[in-house]
Nanobody, 127 residues
Framework: QVHLVESGGGLVQAGGSLRLSCAAS????????IGWFRQAPGKEREFVAG???????RYADSVKGRFSISRDHGKNTVFLQMISLKPEDTAVHYC?????????????????????WGQGTQVTVSS
């Protein structure tokens, strides 16, 4: 089993930047595809970005060109660098593990494909 802890959220003005971290313990992150999701009040949880076991990345259209996902295997941590933040990026951001993803496949985007979740970190972007 893998345990995930997100950090790095906060309050920023529109146009600002944040870097979220997802620290894993229990198993190495190289064993899994990792996804970042977010959930705004009153809305369903949605896919933001993901990285496969082979390093393939995938992004939601709404964040392409602004967000970047990366991994540090030495720290067993996945990062989500966010720039040019918009008020509509306001949400609780979660990282999650997809145990069933194929090695060379792009990260999956459905919430129910992911098995283990962190507790989330709040991102608030003011206008």
């Amino acid at each position: 089993q893998v345990h995930l802890v997100e950090s790095g959220g906060g309050l920023v003005q529109a146009g600002g930047s944040l870097r979220l971290s997802c620290a894993a313990s229990g198993r190495p992150i190289r064993d899994y595809a990792i996804g970042w999701f977010r959930q705004a009040p009153g809305k369903e949880r949605e896919f933001v970005a993901g990285v496969s076991r082979s390093g393939i990345t995938r992004y939601a259209d709404s964040v392409k060109g602004r967000f970047s996902i990366s991994r540090d295997h030495g720290k067993n941590t996945v990062f989500l660098q966010m720039i040019s933040l918009k008020p509509e990026d306001t949400a609780v951001h979660y990282c999650a593990v997809d145990r069933g993803a194929a090695y060379y496949s792009a990260p999956r985007v459905q919430v129910d494909e992911y098995d283990y979740w962190g507790q989330g970190t709040q991102v608030t972007v003011s206008s």
